[in-house]
């Protein structure tokens, strides 16, 4: 009967709709028949479940082993150097769990212990300075949820439908709430003075790991709401996610949000560090690129029904859900589509939208058997509206990599089945 | 503590300190070591310890990155993006491959070693010639080919002025129809245990139904 647990899996997988029509007849043939899981006393009402010294740190029940991470090998040379994608297609909510939150590592996740953990802040400051990962938590602390997305996600996407499932096209993305330090406090304690006039200056952040993924921020930012963090969803950063301590840079592309952070440094210019001129720079149809497209604007992605999440329950009521955010503010409405974007519904929000941070939807509705075109269509609080990947590419082209936020279109089939799809 | 900021805490970093972590260098060359290499020794350096992944010519090898190559390509639909035909600034060059390069084996080249490599890299890229030796005096005589390839940010002129606008709600289309499909390409990674596992959990949903018919 496990196997009755993991449809969703089942049905990604099966090359036909015979499954799906096997469990509806299934299902049918139960109703006029006394249920066996009813009247027959189970396994579990009867002995002894697990004891409470089972497992001290637990992980997910088995029937939920297809909930991981995944990664596209042809897409990179090495796993190193690589991406893995958030099941965002079967989690709920907005906060991901820690051990299946995306991974984006230049050099692979390093082990860093808090002990060897070190922070220097240095450059136009009054006072150079090192931290250990002890000084860190003396200072006051802020809690605060954001998302972070890679500059990336979507981004095999820009030339047609490519990747077919919600968590390969959209799951380079994680939501926690995090605890850490702000990174003006940081700066006040080396001093500022030295660096005269704010407005032009800069602080260049780097990592302690080989790749060093270096980034120049302007000095307005570093001192608004970035988060020198050390706590995730209540625990330590996972170590490839940064362990002991990572920046995080509200509403802004993943990369600038540096892991294993091991120096601050208040300079006169941006640096032009490789992740800022090579990577993370945009090219438009003319061959010109764009530079410094720190924001990620808004958008959002139905996460079931969708390729990996198709509907197997036949006709009627159907949940559509979906997440939406914005590195722009909150998200103040979403707009679903079931025909590929004539006629907008306005979804449920389950909570006001939070600033930089994922916002979950619904649209409660009923499903009548025959094919959808559907759609999801964010909008902020500062009244941008996620546009198509036409409106997009007419801007563009199609040669960004970076920075696709365009509206999804997930093509529901009369067996439930969903596909990545590309729409007039 | 350093007892001048606000808590007092941490301590004051040592010139040493900074000397070993502060590496970055800058397009005006902040940062650079004096030091010089020649093509011909970035050529037998780049032969040893990059070749294997980036090719005897910086031409990349399998999916490895491209150093070289690429000249005019970037409005094409598929631009080659190289040190050469992309990169902006030499300085990036030199920073990324002193501080991160060889892959695996990071921060085990001296600063001649750089120099040379980084030389290399502009002869393989038709950029200089092959008696050319780089150093920190002539470094900022060296102007890459796409330095004026990049604009700031602009979307805030060229996209949201657009955008932000209240959309459309119903009859917004006359026709929609489908143009591309995911599973045409094949591309998406599936797994071979699970896919084993779901043709057992097909068999039993098929056959289910027929052992509890009454």
């Known amino acids: 009967m496990s196997d009755m647990l993991k449809p969703s899996r089942r049905a990604f997988l099966r090359g036909s709709a015979a499954a799906a029509a096997g469990l509806t007849a299934a299902g049918a043939a139960r109703a006029n028949v006394p249920d066996p899981l009813i009247t027959e006393v189970q396994d579990w009402a009867m002995s002894f479940g697990d004891g409470v010294d089972a497992s001290p740190y637990g992980l997910p029940i088995q029937y939920e082993s297809d909930v991981v991470r995944r990664n596209v090998e042809w897409l990179t040379a090495d796993t190193t150097s690589s991406i893995n994608f958030t099941p965002i297609h079967a989690l709920d909510g907005t906060i991901t769990p820690q051990g299946c939150a995306f991974e984006r590592h230049h050099s692979g996740a390093i082990e860093l212990r808090k002990e060897d953990y070190r922070l220097m802040i240095n450059g136009l400051v009054d006072t150079p300075l090192v931290f250990s990962y002890a000084d860190l938590e003396r200072f006051p602390r802020e809690n605060h949820v954001y998302f972070c997305e890679c500059a990336a996600n979507t981004g095999m996407e820009w030339a047609g439908a490519q990747l077919n499932g919600a968590q390969f096209t959209h799951g380079m993305i994680h939501n926690m709430e995090y605890t850490g330090v702000s990174l003006r406090t940081l700066l006040t304690e080396a001093g500022l003075e030295a660096a005269g006039d704010l407005s032009d200056k800069w602080v260049y952040v780097e990592g302690a790991d080989a790749s060093s993924n270096g980034r120049s921020i302007p000095m307005d930012k570093a001192l608004d709401d970035v988060l020198v963090a050390f706590k995730a969803n209540g625990e330590a950063l996972r170590k490839e996610h940064g362990y002991p301590v990572r920046l995080v840079v509200p509403g802004w592309e993943g990369n600038m949000w540096v892991k294993w952070i091991r120096r601050i440094e208040v300079t006169a210019n941006a640096v032009e560090s490789r992740e800022e001129t090579s990577k993370y720079t945009d090219t438009l149809e003319d061959g010109t690129s764009r530079k410094w497209t720190w924001v990620m604007d808004a958008k959002s992605v139905i996460t079931s029904p969708s390729p990996q999440a198709p509907i197997t329950h036949g006709s009627g009521p159907l949940v559509i859900t979906g997440l939406a955010w914005s590195g722009h503010g909150a998200i103040t409405r979403v707009d679903v589509s079931k025909d590929g974007g004539k006629t907008w519904e306005t979804a449920r929000l389950a909570k006001p939208g939070e600033k930089m941070a994922l916002t979950r939807f619904y649209l409660d509705t009923e499903w009548n058997g025959e094919d959808m075109l559907i759609q999801s269509r964010a909008m902020d609080e500062t009244g941008y509206v996620q546009p198509t990947k036409h409106q997009l590419r007419e801007v563009r082209g199609e040669n960004s990599i970076y920075h696709n936020n365009c509206i999804q279109t997930w093509h529901i089939m009369p067996n439930g089945e969903a596909e990545n799809v590309e729409v007039s | ?214």
């Not at chain 2, 992309?86 to 991160?100: C, E, G, K």
């Not at chain 2, 998406?188 to 097909?202: D, G, I």
């Open chain 2, 1 to 214: 503590g350093a007892g001048e900021g606000k808590f007092g805490l941490g301590r004051v970093a040592l010139p040493e300190e900074i000397a070993a972590w502060d590496v970055d260098v800058s397009p005006d060359g902040t940062g650079l070591p004096v030091g010089s290499g020649s093509v011909e020794d970035g050529e037998m350096l780049f032969s040893e310890g990059c070749a294997v992944c980036h090719g005897e010519f910086a031409e990349g090898v399998g999916n490895w990155p491209k150093l070289a190559g690429g000249e005019g390509t970037l409005a094409n639909d598929d631009p080659v993006k190289t040190v050469g035909s992309y990169w902006p600034h030499l300085s990036t060059a030199w920073d990324y491959v002193n501080r991160s390069m060889p892959y695996g084996n990071a921060q085990t080249l001296s600063d001649d070693d750089v120099y040379a490599i980084v030389a290399y890299i502009l002869y393989s890229n038709f950029l200089v010639e092959d008696d050319f030796v780089l150093s920190n005096e002539n470094f900022l005589e060296v102007e890459l080919p796409n330095a004026d390839g990049f604009i700031i940010d602009d979307r805030a002129e060229t996209e949201y002025t657009i955008w932000r606008t209240e959309p459309c709600m119903e009859n917004c289309k006359d026709s929609v129809e489908i143009t591309m499909r995911a599973t045409v390409l094949d591309v998406t990674p599936q797994e071979e245990a699970a896919a084993a596992q779901a043709a057992v959990a097909q068999t039993a949903a098929v056959t289910e139904p027929v052992a509890e018919a009454p």
